[in-house]
């Protein structure tokens, strides 16, 4: 959301807060490219691995908002639609396949207005609430703590559970992390075995608040800085259970913010110190093709806005390296992680849905804006430890849209880039340097060169993956392998009729991976010819 309780910059962060003039050049503010006189190349150095790329980059975000929670994840135990528990099981399916690291719940803005008891006990004695932030609709509290930690259970995943500042306690706080944690016969383990659940479940990420610049609560960045430490500090470590305790951080630009919340932390010099008492700060930022009003139609868009759209998915990566920046210097050894907690395409409702619900459909451009991103993400995973696209079920840049009357299920654009991507999880960045024969376009004063790459290798194997930005022209290119024997490869490709191909239950694969044939041996490595508007794998095998 946009930010009406923006920080006044001082110092470090305003010196940030220039637009980045795009040198043209690899560095670390965004995508780039250098100039050649050859064909284009992509040149990775396969045998200097660098930061490992962590997992839980490609985390995942659920609210109570629209269709996300209920009809999307919950449809309860008397539904049609096949179920355990009351978990969709196409759902949890095509979650698993993408092997997702973790999901962050009940928000989002709702976080702040959401009170974890009247989600516990029978379902029909739980009391009944306002969801004022998202159509204004009547929640139920039917999905409570003991459903989503069976989702997650279902999942495979990992638990990231967002508290409430805005307008809970530092009390409520307390007991929810004991709640969910705690073994022994305290209150708040005691109530949980009352409600069914023996064990306690692992925790490993809980969130202090939500975007408390705005609808958490409309703090300026001391105040909330002042409160952080407080509710932080009662999230404690149970049973073995350690919490990494993510601080709601900045929206866009706003440097000032990541500094008072630095600042809060303090100076941290020796490498063995562990950051109290929060351990990590997070970051929101959205990409959209018009202003805040108006942001522009999912499926419906000119070949300047895909352009625009994909410079603003770009500067993503600047607004990290320029926050890490600001981190770094009170945080020189990186023990303070950056979390983009809530990323992705913010477009117009679909047409003749809930204003409140945030429905979205999802093209070949969402798909280049999350490969985008990984690309950035890549780049920084020294600093950034974990990302969240918003989010995962039928609100913004959905992996899966359910049909809300036959219930069908379709795969996004954007899962697809998720699933092809998998293989970067937890493996060790590589450089990727792109050399293109032209001038990257200029848009927004910076700069958006055609294609956009990043690697990572496992050791005995290597991902690289290409995205080819132009929305009309095909595109070859040399893929320089350099430092290791490449014995074997394979790739595959995404791509539609059209940039703004997208699924439908009519048509579910009309956006979905197929193999990439136009691969072909090369003196320097491969030669790769890309189709328009388009994002491609490719995998190699290492002697
Ligand atoms: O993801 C939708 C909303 O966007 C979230 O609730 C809020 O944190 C952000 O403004």
Redesign the pocket.
Known sequence: ?SNPARTVTTGLASALSAPSPGTGTTGSTGPSSRRTDGPARVVVDLDLPGATISRHLYGH?A?H?GRCIYGGFFVGEDSEIPNTRGIRHDVVDALRALRIPNLRWP?????DEYHWKDGIGPREQRPRMVNS??GDVVEDNSFGTHEFMDLVELLGTEAYVNGNVGSGTVAEMSEWIEYLTRADDSPMASLRRENGREGPWKVPYFGIG??AW???GNMRAEDYAALARQYSTYVRDHAGNEVTRIAAGASDDDYGWTEALMKAIGTLKGRETKPKPFQAISL?H?TMSGPWQDKGSATEFTEDEWYLTLARAARTEELVARHSTVMDHYDPHKQVGLVLD?WGT?WNVEPGTNPGF?YQQNTVRDALVASLHFDGFHRHADRLVMANI??TVN??QAMVLTDPDSGALVLTPTYHVFEMNAGHQDAAALDAHVLLPEEPREIEGRTLPSISASASTTGETALISLSNLDASEGRTLVLDLRGREVTGHSARVLTGASSAAHNTPEQPDAVAPVELTTVREHERGLEVELPPHSFATVQLQLG
């Open positions: 959301m975000f609210e908002l928000g989002g803005c709702f976080a932030h998202w939500n975007e705005g609808c958490g929101h959205y809530e913010w945030l918003a989010q609100v913004l």
